[in-house]
């Protein structure tokens, strides 16, 4: 009886995997931006903007990662929140990924704007 239940909640628990950033990205981003910046200026600041965002009874935090195909990510602890930057011919785009869209999400999306 013991091991079908520890069978039936780890089965459970299989189920609730958060998605990676890989799988995220196979879905269209919330929102694609332009800017005349380039990538490296616009995830620096992006990058600033997320540490310092004030969410619950801290800061978010974000990380700054160089892609193996150009350009940028940042992205929150935790990966829910995150926004790949690319140098294209006027400038960068920056294509912003969210698991979720509600409030938190919607201030991450605002302070990407403030950098463009």
Known sequence: ?????????LALLAGCTTPTMDEIRQEEPRMVLH???????IADCVQRAWQDLPVFEGSAGATQELNS?????????GEAYFVDIQADTDG?????????YRWISKKHLAA???CL
């Open 1 to 9: 009886m013991r091991s079908s239940i520890g069978l039936l909640s």
């Open 35 to 41: 800017s005349k910046k380039t990538d490296k200026v």
């Open 69 to 77: 195909n150009g350009g940028y990510t940042v992205a929150t602890v």
């Open 92 to 100: 960068s785009v920056a294509k912003y990924y969210a698991m979720t």
């Open 112 to 114: 990407l704007q403030s």
